[in-house]
């Protein structure tokens, strides 16, 4: 079975610019989460989506930051404009809807560097 | 203060040898505990879920202790393989699914 597919994996941007990141979750995981990672930090959430529901984006920078997820399955992160900031291990996760301990299931990640 | 503490580390230890990692947390209402093992430039994975009552998978034990609300893991007889960083996470009650995590602990196992 797949995992949780991210791509970029790598993004080298200038200040400034817009970026996007995309996801796409283990198939019937119904939860899926943006997080962020800086170095020598645990995963920060950004924003939780039940189907295509955003559940919670309390701590999502909204003057720069969004997400969608359409059709309730892939979903993108954007970030315009881009700050030094920004830069950090953008983490996609996925979980079935079902259970409070449903596992997480995190993608390999978006390595984002902000010149 | 964070919500969940982990020992700063790193921690470098032989072969062999048994180490224990401490995880606090802050919100008593606190309710499903995790370890996750990340490795270098790679995504978390989960290790393993701490039961109330304590739980052992193979050389890994997690316990739970809610009156002093710290999770830990213990590692016995460790590997090379088990050198990576530890992160906690805490999820809490109500219909919140998202985890909350510490800032991991690095352990390097030396031959």
């Known amino acids: 079975e797949a995992g949780v597919v991210q791509s970029p994996r790598y993004k080298i941007i200038e200040k400034k610019q817009p970026v996007a990141f995309w996801c796409n979750p283990i198939s019937g995981h119904n939860t899926l989460y943006w997080y962020l990672q800086n170095l020598g930090q645990g995963p920060e959430l950004l924003i939780r989506y039940e189907n295509e529901e955003a559940v919670d984006d309390s701590q999502l920078p909204k003057d720069r930051f969004s997400a969608e997820r359409l059709k309730g399955v892939d979903s993108t992160l954007k970030i315009q404009p881009a700050e030094l900031g920004d830069s950090a291990v953008y983490l996609c996760?996925?979980?079935?809807?079902?259970?409070?301990?449903?596992?997480?299931?995190f993608g390999p990640g978006t390595r984002l560097t902000v010149l | 203060r964070k919500e969940v503490e982990q020992d700063p580390g790193p921690f470098n230890v032989p072969e062999g040898a048994t180490v224990a990692f401490n995880c606090t947390y802050s919100n008593s209402a606190s309710q499903s505990f995790f370890w996750y093992r990340q490795d270098c430039r790679k995504e978390p994975k989960l290790l393993m879920s701490v039961y109330s009552s304590g739980n052992e998978d193979g050389r890994f034990t997690a316990q739970l202790n809610r009156a002093s609300q710290y999770i830990s893991l213990l590692i016995r007889d460790s590997k090379l393989s088990d050198s990576a960083t530890y992160l906690c996470a805490v999820r809490y009650g109500g219909s919140a699914r998202q985890l909350t995590f510490g800032s991991g602990t690095q352990l390097t196992v030396l031959p």
């Open positions: 996760a996925s979980s079935p809807t079902s259970g409070r301990a449903a596992e997480q299931f």
